[in-house]
């Protein structure tokens, strides 16, 4: 197990099988089930994350938020953050979950997410460009500010190698020293509509109920079909 700080909320955890066997594989946007018993807790608890890394067969990466603080910590995001250590070993589930690129169609691909919703799209992401696709990818990204903003260099490098791939960036509230976001405030689609609002596009996302209730609405008022309208709730299924 390793363990990679992406930004002041989000940390990384990989993992790797301690027989050294290979992994289960998996299709970029599914998740992998954690157990956990943390000691200050009567239960063992499980909890769900999004692979973050596009499949290497050798490894799992996921990507987790401390959620809440104080009273409202939560349980297992904040105990993966302070007392998981390089090193420990952990039971997972193996991956699952039916959000993932299931679209047949060479067509433009919109990636959108909020905050920690990204990590399903940077396993899409980074899974379309090992492929080496030359469908035009949009990669629409909204969080508070740089100093919260997990993997904005990576996806930066992305798009400067690869013509096809952009990247879009809302900071809710940018600080003096926030660079590199193209728009400020709340994500706002009908700001950046001629850069996605294409023939053919499959839209896939992920992000706050509230966030992801206004993109739906925005998509199918821009007359987007369901078949072109793929979404993740970090949570029990909710019709949006
Ligand atoms: C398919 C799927 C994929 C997911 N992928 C990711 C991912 O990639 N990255 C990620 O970070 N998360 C992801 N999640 C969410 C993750 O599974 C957990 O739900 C999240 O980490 C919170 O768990 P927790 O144990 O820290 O919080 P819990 O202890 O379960 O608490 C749940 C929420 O309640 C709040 N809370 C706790 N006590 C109070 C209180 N007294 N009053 C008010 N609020 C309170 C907490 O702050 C927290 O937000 C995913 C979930 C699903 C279902």
Redesign the pocket.
Known sequence: MDKVKESDL?TSFYFEPVDGLPIADFQPGQ?IGIYLHPEHSEHR?I????L?EAPNGKSYR????R??KG????????YLHDNVQVGDVVELCPPS?DFYLNHRSDGPVVLMSAG?GQ??MLSMLNGLTRKKTEQPIIFVHGTMNSRVHAFGQHIRDIAEKNDNIEQILFYDEPTDTCSGHHYAGRTDLELIRDKIDLPEAHYYFCGPLGYMAIVKKTLQGWGVTEDRLHY????PHKDL
Not at 232 to 235: A, H, T
């Open positions: 989000i998740y608890c909890r769900q994350y999004s973050s996921i990507s987790v938020k959620e809440g009273e409202t910590r939560g349980t297992i995001s904040h979950g920690v990590t399903p993740e709730v970090f949570g």
